[in-house]
């Protein structure tokens, strides 16, 4: 009778587990995960504001206690300037649209205008009573600001004349943000404590407020959104869109803060390519340490980021390559995108490193024959493509890559098997099995274990080992039995094995000692199981409660 061969045989593998459901990452979650974070320490106090300069090189402004200071993100975000001049904590600041003005208040009520690269106070707006909450320049006016505070009063100002043009009344309660339209120089919005949100039009300044929402809770932070038609408001737990071209009608409410969220900012995706490429994005912050990104074309939120401190202020350049995050411990994360320049430059951190010798004299040879006019000094080498036609074309050897049109054919890889791989080939089963435990690979005799269930084979096995190998055996099982992953298989042959060479453990001495720790480590597996399940039943009623908010 001829001998059947077996055309095809593979390793044992185990069986593959049920593994943690991992959120895949989207494309962009990648893209808010490239933003390469710095911690800029030693701040005084909270950070309570910051703001970016709508001019290149978009320095950012930090307002932390009775001082602010300017960074500059493409030089490793170090500081370049700290304003000094004020009385008391600073609340806000804001850039003029060409960037050379920066204009600050405090909680002394005073509202300040700076130059940017002297740092000189070059005028103080005096007429809030009570501490100055926010101030803002409009999107396209040089000449004008508004600003609010605990008064409850909003001020519209002439920045030459130091003179307030208008009083604009109607809060009653402290106004705590505000936001200019970037489609109109005229109007603004403003959130308060009293829960609302106001609309003004400084154009009609006798009839009070243009339009009028309720935010429901005391609102933290509010921002206009680039189309000029919808405004975000922050307040609470929640994040609210209103339409204002609807009459203030509320289109989503965001609720996946657990804490107040105290800052919002817009924020675009600077991606030339891709679904998500040059949308807008709302980015918001809050008590509980997490940062959200929202997007309110799909009303859902894209990405989350936890940070160890209560968080208290975000900022977003303008170019898209750096988002600031101010924390209550004084500490700032700034993030800088990680960005492959063109061949004619490099990142930040390329161009501040030393050249090597091979890169200063390509550049000097570079620079030598633009200045001559004689274009590249050195050509590249041109490789000539082998055809059929020419005879070293079949002269090739094995280092030659296949082109494009090439048809390849691979060589199949030989499957290397291990010793038990070997003998369940040749049907030996026993001897499979005792090899494995020799190794003390717990995934290869798992493996091994199931292969023979399939078989029909392991309690026929088990049966036949004698002490020694019966011992491997019992080693194994007392390591292994209460790990999760092979407990469901490992106990029931414990059971087996037990029952089935009762006679075996008792005559032997060393087999009842390895008998002993099995049963210690069920013993102990119990007491942790029982002491998870009590935790268990104090964090669910917990949970429950935090689910109904």
Known sequence: ??????????????????????????????????????????????????????TAPHSFAAAHSASLTLYNPLKQ???????????????????????????????????????VKTRNPLRKLKSHTRPARFVKFPAADKLHLVSGGDDAIVKYWDVAGETPICDLLGHKDYVRCGDCSPVSTDMFVTGSYDHTVKLWDVRVRDSGSVMEVNHGKPVEDLIFLPSGGLIATAGGDSVKIWDLMAGGKMVYSMESHNKTVTSICVAKIGKDSGEEAQQYRILSVALDGYMK???????KVT???????????????????????????????????KYKEDAGGGSDEELDRPLS????????????????????????????????SNFRYFHRGQGEKPSERDYVVMRPKK???????????????????????????????????????????????????????????????????????YSRLLMGLTEKVLEMRTEDIKASDALKGHIRNLKRSVEEEIRIQQSLQEMQGIISPLLRITGRR
């Open 77 to 115: 975000f170090s500081p370049t300037a700290t304003i000094s001049a004020f009385r008391d904590v600073v609340s806000s600041a804001s850039f003029r649209c060409d960037g050379l003005l920066v204009a600050a208040a405090d909680l002394s009520g005073l509202v300040q205008v700076f130059d």
């Open 303 to 337: 990405h989350s980021m936890r940070f160890p401190a209560p968080l208290m202020s975000v900022g977003f350049s303008p170019d898209c390559m750096t988002r600031v995050i101010g924390t209550s411990n004084g500490m700032i994360y700034a993030g800088r995108r």
């Open 415 to 485: 499957v290397k098997l291990a010793e038990h791989d070997k003998l369940l080939k040749k049907f030996r089963h026993k001897d499979a099995l005792v090899s494995v435990l020799r190794s003390k690979n717990p995934e290869n005799v798992v493996a091994v274990m199931e292969e023979l269930v399939a078989r029909n084979k392991l309690l026929k096995c088990v049966l036949n080992l004698d002490s020694e190998e019966l011992e491997l055996l019992l080693k194994f099982l007392q390591k292994h039995l209460t790990v999760p992953s």
């Open 293 to 299: 990104v929202f997007d309110y074309a799909k009303m």
């Open 357 to 388: 010798k091979y890169e200063k004299r390509e550049k000097r040879l570079k620079a030598l024959g633009d200045a001559g006019g004689l274009g590249p000094v050195m050509k590249e080498p041109q490789i000539q493509v082998l055809r059929p």
């Open 1 to 54: 009778m001829a001998q059947h061969q077996i055309s095809k045989t593979f390793p044992v593998k185990p069986k593959h587990k049920p593994k943690p459901r991992t959120p895949k990452l989207t494309s962009e979650s990648k893209y808010w995960s490239s933003f390469k974070t710095k911690q800029i320490p030693d701040l005084i106090s909270s950070i309570s504001s910051l703001t970016f300069s709508p």
